[in-house]
């Protein structure tokens, strides 16, 4: 089920009449009901189609699709907000924002960074990244959580996350309470995003058991994993959230794959946006692509999704614009998915293949009498 949001008045037809016909022709099929999202007079339209024949046996669930205010955090969570409310308001249950939503994805920045040398600007960019990036715990975490109990939703929130001055794409959870759950590292970075962000360890793994379902998370890249994928399944995830920074095609191959291997939702989020969404150069640099594009150029086309554990498309993939993008999970899927394959029980061999997790924390540094304070007062 998409959800597009125009750059033109939303009535206008599209440049493709054909398709807009054929989309026309899906929703009527799929019985649903589209509602326009009200927005300040400054931003555009958004719309969102919704599954309207919901039941108590069903979870409502909503990815954003949707483009970081960058090197804005407050007004960042303003936007957040705003999209929780629009997505609270149509019944969803569970909400999931992209990767890097809070802190921002630095698409097409090198940080100025080549072998053997660093330039000033780039060692100026980071700076500033590093001040739009959030504390966990700190007042930004408090705010969300504060969202989340607001609008009684579970709320999985790319951000990240500043530990000092190394920085972590991070995914937080929060239950309809407003209670902050926890959070998930990414293991592993990938390519020049090494340079920028660390790597989480097997601490920051977790599936929290809710009302709703089992939830955790992997982002992007590291849902190719297999290992990864496998701990998640150890650990009975049924709504696997994969924020994202891919928007291609191929994406789409590897969220079915997951779905079907671990038997379970999978929620993809990721942001849609313009150049004009970053700052103008020469602040912002696209690297070697900067000059051939316009502020109306989409440097990341979205592709959010959901998908059933069947390997069923339940809503999207999206790649028009900003959009919230929702579908009512049937939760007895899973079970009749597992029937067919359950990939870390009756579809496993332990005395041929099996898998040791270290999920304990890495620390650089270990001071004694820290260890020993501990073990005196449990004692």
């Known amino acids: 089920m998409q959800s597009p949001l125009s750059s033109q008045n939303p009535q206008q037809p599209t440049e493709d009449p054909a398709a807009l016909e054929t989309g026309s022709e899906i929703i009527a099929t799929q019985l649903r009901k589209m509602a326009l999202v009200p927005q300040p007079s400054n931003e555009e339209p958004l719309f969102?189609?919704?599954?309207?024949?919901?039941?108590?046996?069903?979870?409502?669930?909503t990815v954003v699709q949707a483009s970081t205010v960058f090197y804005d955090t407050p007004a960042t969570l303003d936007k957040a907000e705003r999209?929780?409310?629009?997505?609270?308001?149509?019944?969803?249950?569970?909400?999931?924002?992209?990767?890097?939503?809070?802190?921002?994805?630095p698409r097409g920045s090198t940080f100025g960074v080549c072998i053997g040398n660093?330039?000033?600007?780039?060692?100026?960019?980071?700076?500033?990244?590093?001040?739009?990036?959030?504390?966990?715990?700190?007042?930004?975490?408090?705010?969300l959580a504060a969202m989340a109990g607001k609008y009684k939703v579970y709320l999985v929130m790319g951000v990240i996350e500043r530990d000092g001055y190394t920085l972590y794409c991070t995914v937080l959870f929060f239950d309809s309470q407003g209670r902050y759950l926890g959070k998930h590292r990414k293991v592993m970075p990938t390519a020049l995003e090494r340079i920028i962000w660390g790597f989480g360890d097997g601490s920051t793994?977790?599936?929290?058991?809710?009302?709703?379902?089992?939830?955790?998370?992997?982002?992007?890249?590291?849902?190719?994993?297999?290992?990864?994928?496998?701990?998640?399944?150890?650990?009975?995830i049924?709504?696997?959230?994969?924020?994202?920074?891919?928007?291609?095609?191929?994406?789409?191959?590897?969220?079915?794959?997951?779905?079907?291997?671990?038997g379970c939702f999978v929620l993809s989020a990721n942001q849609f946006c313009r150049r004009k969404d970053y700052p103008p150069p020469p602040d912002y640099i696209f690297s070697g692509t900067e000059e051939e594009l316009t502020p109306d150029s989409v440097v990341c086309a979205g592709g959010s999704v959901i998908i059933s554990p069947s390997g069923t498309v339940l809503a999207g993939p999206n790649y028009e614009g900003e959009a919230l993008i929702s579908a009512d999970l049937d939760l007895g899927e899973i079970a009749r998915a597992k029937f067919d394959f359950d990939v870390v029980g009756h579809y496993s061999r332990p005395e041929v293949l099996s898998l040791v997790v270290r999920d304990h924390p890495l620390n650089p540094v270990t001071f004694?009498?820290?260890?020993n304070k501990a073990e005196t007062s449990a004692k």
């Open 48 to 61: 969102a189609e919704v599954d309207m024949a919901g039941d108590s046996s069903t979870v409502r669930a």
């Open 83 to 105: 999209l929780l409310a629009e997505a609270a308001s149509y019944g969803a249950q569970l909400v999931v924002f992209p990767e890097a939503f809070i802190g921002g994805y």
């Open 118 to 143: 660093r330039s000033a600007k780039g060692k100026e960019d980071f700076r500033k990244y590093h001040a739009a990036a959030i504390d966990v715990p700190g007042p930004e975490v408090d705010r």
């Open 205 to 236: 793994i977790p599936v929290f058991e809710t009302p709703i379902g089992k939830i955790g998370a992997a982002i992007c890249w590291e849902n190719r994993m297999p290992l990864l994928r496998t701990a998640m399944y150890a650990k009975g």
């Open 238 to 262: 049924e709504i696997y959230c994969a924020p994202t920074a891919d928007s291609r095609d191929v994406w789409q191959a590897s969220m079915t794959h997951i779905a079907l291997e671990g």
């Open 368 to 371: 004694t009498s820290a260890s």
